[in-house]
T-cell receptor, first 115, second 115 residues
Framework: AQTVTQSQPEMSVQEAETVTLSCTYDTSESDYYLFWYKQPPSRQMILVIRQEAYKQQNATENRFSVNFQKAAKSFSLKISDSQLGDAAMYFC????????????FGTGTRLKVLA | DGGITQSPKYLFRKEGQNVTLSCEQNLNHDAMYWYRQDPGQGLRLIYYSQIVNDFQKGDIAEGYSVSREKKESFPLTVTSAQKNPTAFYLCASAGHPSAYNSPLHFGNGTRLTVT
């Protein structure tokens, strides 16, 4: 069974600085999708970025980018020029293209942004 | 605007009572999911449905039941058999199961408190 691990329960970053959140996963599949979701204090889940496993190029969305290392099964999220509004829980998720089509989430990383 | 509506936002029940959480979507999505969120445990899958009149157990289905009589609706019943029902419940939907690049779209959640 696939698993997703986020080993950093909490991270802090100074405003305007860069921070990287880690995510590793375990799978025997060769093709799949990976996602990062943000959950601010409102608790609304917001899609931040997604990555297709068969694409070598790392996905980027404005200040958010990923470092996808397929062989290492690593999918880290880099937030550049951190803003106070980036403070939230961040969840990494894996989705299989076959079988049950379940989305599997990590336990999350709480990001604090310091002014 | 299309989206997912969960109601109510807050729900209070006495122990021993069944309670039903509502989830409606107008995104024309085939797949719908229920997740439970507890502090430090991320999102855990309760039930999911890929098509009308069909649903599957997730990782923590005991004490819960669902129905999928309409494409738009996927209500979750928390029964008295659920030992620790107090939690935050998130409903989500996604496009056709074969479109595995489809991200999950989430509702705003329901906070259930059982005393």
């Amino acid at each position: 069974a696939q698993t997703v691990t986020q080993s950093q329960p909490e991270m802090s970053v100074q405003e305007a600085e860069t921070v990287t959140l880690s995510c590793t996963y375990d799978t025997s599949e060769s093709d799949y999708y990976l996602f990062w979701y943000k959950q601010p204090p409102s608790r609304q889940m917001i899609l931040v970025i997604r990555q297709e496993a068969y694409k070598q190029q790392n996905a980027t969305e404005n200040r958010f980018s990923v470092n996808f290392q397929k062989a290492a099964k690593s999918f880290s999220l880099k937030i550049s020029d951190s803003q106070l509004g980036d403070a939230a829980m961040y969840f990494c998720a894996y989705r299989s293209p076959t079988g049950t089509y379940k989305y599997i989430f990590g336990t999350g990383t709480r990001l604090k942004v310091l002014a | 605007d299309g989206g997912i509506t969960q109601s109510p936002k807050y729900l209070f029940r006495k122990e021993g009572q069944n309670v039903t959480l509502s989830c409606e979507q107008n995104l024309n999505h085939d797949a719908m999911y229920w997740y439970r969120q507890d502090p430090g445990q991320g999102l855990r899958l309760i039930y999911y449905s890929q098509i009308v009149n069909d649903f599957q157990k997730g990782d923590i289905a005991e004490g819960y039941s669902v129905s999928r009589e309409k494409k738009e609706s996927f209500p979750l019943t928390v029964t008295s058999a659920q030992k620790n029902p107090t939690a935050f419940y998130l409903c989500a939907s996604a496009g056709h199961p074969s479109a595995y690049n489809s991200p999950l779209h989430f509702g705003n959640g329901t906070r259930l408190t059982v005393t």
